[in-house]
Nanobody, 115 residues
């Protein structure tokens, strides 16, 4: 059974930093690509970072230079370090693992950036 469990969300002031984590189980983590998505109220879920099994990364322009995705294969954990946060970064952040024929999601963690 695949499980993705996020943690680390919270309330932070504009310009601040936050790190969210996602622990995966039920998959061979070292070969899995992992991603972070977010969904703000009334908006579609959007990709904010992706990391391949060998560490290659991708960021959309909206977060490039501010967010950093990383992984620790010894802990089956993927991280998202978020710096210079803006109120528009406020959303529920979801961990994602496209694995085999399926697409797995965590339950999400709320990140709120106050102005």
């Amino acid at each position: 059974q695949v499980q993705l469990v996020e943690s680390g969300g919270g309330l932070v002031q504009s310009g601040g930093s936050l790190r969210v984590s996602c622990v995966a189980s039920g998959i061979i983590f070292s070969i899995a690509a992992m991603g972070w998505y977010r969904q703000a109220p009334g908006k579609q879920r959007e990709l904010v970072a992706r990391i391949g099994s060998r560490g290659s990364t991708y960021y959309p322009d909206s977060v490039k230079g501010r967010f950093t995705i990383s992984r620790d294969n010894t802990k089956n954990t993927v991280y998202l370090q978020m710096n210079s946060l803006k109120p528009e970064d406020t959303a529920v952040y979801y961990c994602n693992a496209p694995y085999g024929q399926d697409d797995y999601w965590g339950q999400g963690t709320q990140v709120t950036v106050s102005s």
